[in-house]
């Protein structure tokens, strides 16, 4: 401890005020580029569609990530002599500083630095943690942003990744598969629903013809349970596209006498 005081001090003596005058224009330029990117890029990806709007949502925090580090590399031999013993004295106290200072907060840097490697969720995926659902808006140092669609703004901190599932929808993908349900009354032809269902998948404006539609069903003890699977054009569209499928899929099985049931609350879905 007192080799890393003595260290420092040395350290810290040997920095001139135009030292620090550089160092901090280049951390300045940094940050103003950091800014222009991070609100440059989603507003490009905005215009866009499909896997692009994706892929330049992605690049956001690995552009952030490695503009600070190449900072950090840049200012560390403006402001000391990179020498061994510099080094030793400036690691130790940063070690000794997230070490207890900031355990929490160094324990979600590195779940954010493993999330950039290992990219569970990024930029535009919808995933579900600890019970909330949205699309990923922003992925930060410490935490991931992600808007609910009812447009609130929920904070995941990075260290979730250590011991929470996380579900995600479309995995950096432009596919995301939604699901409408029909609770029916028995006795009646379930080749003609489920061909009935799919035809109201086929003809709906939301829905991405080249990726599979399939039907479900499952026999319960209060009647048929129909789940009607297929893919939106837009992850984003998923709500109007569900909405859609339900509206019609009543609809035409109204039209064709299908009684549909209450789902008694004991028996679930």
């Excluded at 580090?69 to 400036?90: D, H, K, Q």
């Excluded at 840097?109 to 493993?114: F, M, N, P, Q, T």
Aim: glycine share 8%; hydrophobic share 50%; with cysteine.
């Amino acid at each position: 401890m007192e080799n890393i005081e003595q260290g420092l001090q040395q350290v810290f003596s040997a920095i001139t005020w135009l030292a620090l005058v550089e160092a901090a224009l280049v951390v300045a330029a940094a940050v103003l580029l950091i800014f222009l990117i991070q609100k440059v890029v989603p507003g490009v990806a905005g215009k866009l569609g499909g896997k692009a709007r994706l892929y330049l949502l992605a690049s956001v925090p690995l552009a952030r990530l490695l503009i600070i580090v190449v900072t950090i590399i840049v200012v560390v031999p403006i402001l000391i002599e990179p020498s061994f013993e510099n080094m030793v004295a400036i690691f130790g106290a940063l070690g000794l500083a997230l070490g207890f200072a900031f355990k929490d907060y160094a324990n979600s840097l590195i779940a954010g630095i493993v999330t950039l490697y290992e990219m569970p969720y990024r930029p535009g995926d919808w995933i579900e943690v600890d019970g909330k659902y949205g699309e990923v808006r922003s992925i930060g140092t410490r935490a991931a942003e992600i808007v609910t669609p009812d447009d609130t703004v929920v904070i995941v901190p990075h260290n979730t990744l250590w011991n929470a599932l996380i579900a995600n929808g479309n995995d950096g993908s432009d596919n995301l598969m939604c699901v409408a349900e029909f609770h029916l009354a028995p006795h009646h032809d379930v080749r003609r629903v489920m061909s009935l269902l799919r035809d109201v998948a086929f003809t709906s404006p939301y829905t991405k013809t080249m990726k599979p539609v399939v039907v479900v069903v499952a026999n319960k003890t209060w009647g048929m349970n129909y789940r009607l699977k297929a893919y939106p054009l837009e992850p984003r569209d998923q709500f109007r596209f569900i909405s859609d499928l339900t509206a019609r899929g009543s609809e035409a099985l109204a039209s064709e006498g299908v009684a549909f049931v209450s789902v008694p609350v004991a028996a679930g879905a």
